[in-house]
């Protein structure tokens, strides 16, 4: 099956700063969703984007279908920013292995 | 929009009984539900595929028989646990994947331990 890796695994940053965030996948798809699980459990849809540029506030996602990778970039970053970010693909969704990020006051 | 709920959101229940959780999309129609486990600091990993009127399909390795799937209507879907036993206890979490589009939508998971 598909392998969809993300990196950093863990990332830990001032408040303020920015970030990007990678996702590898090892096939074609034509579904492509990023998620924010807050320290609760829940889970946040942040973009769906099998292809192009999306942003949305502080949050801005590229996915490169051709090369097989997608960047969640998040600037200016808020406390309320940490968390674990997903990316995954396929209508059956399989879920990278996911970056713990958090953001120091 | 896309609001999706589950209940309980936290259950402890004693080894051999059965447990079920819900999921309903509440502001959208669902023909399609999904249901993951996760365990902590792991990664979502699907357990199957539930379609509204008919069987639910389950990804390899998942028991059918442990793990039963209803999916009623189009905007709510049922896993029961049954005959728990301690190795069970995880975070459930549903989503709904909304009529004519891809995106799928998350209900806030539900905890399971099994004494």
């Known amino acids: 099956g598909i392998q969809v890796e993300q990196s950093p695994p863990d990332l830990i940053l001032q408040e303020g700063a920015n970030s990007t965030l990678r996702c590898n996948f090892s096939d074609s798809v034509n579904n492509l969703q990023w998620f924010h699980q807050n320290p609760w459990g829940q889970l946040i849809n942040l973009f769906y984007i099998p292809s192009g540029t999306k942003q949305n506030g502080r949050l801005s996602a590229t996915t490169v279908a051709t090369e097989r990778y997608s960047l969640l970039y998040i600037s200016s970053s808020q406390t309320t920013d940490s968390g674990v970010y997903f990316c995954a693909v396929y209508e059956k969704l399989t879920f990278g292995t996911g970056t713990r990020l958090t953001i120091i006051p | 929009g896309a609001v999706v709920s589950q209940h309980p959101s936290r259950v402890i229940c004693k080894s051999g009984t059965s447990v079920k959780i819900e999921c309903r999309s509440l502001?959208?129609?669902?023909?399609?539900m999904f249901w993951y486990r996760q365990f902590p600091k792991q990664s979502l990993m699907l357990m199957a595929t539930?379609?509204?009127?008919?069987?639910?399909?389950?990804e390899q390795g998942v028991e059918k028989d442990k793990f039963l799937i209803n999916h009623a209507s189009l905007t709510l879907s049922t896993l029961t646990v049954t005959s728990a036993h301690p190795e069970d206890s995880s975070f459930y979490i549903c989503?709904?994947?909304?009529?004519?589009?891809?995106?799928?939508?998350f209900g806030p998971g539900t905890r399971l331990t099994v004494t």
């Open positions: 502001d959208f129609q669902a023909t399609t």
């Open positions: 989503s709904a994947l909304r009529q004519g589009t891809y995106e799928q939508y």
């Open positions: 539930s379609n509204e009127g008919s069987k639910a399909t389950y």
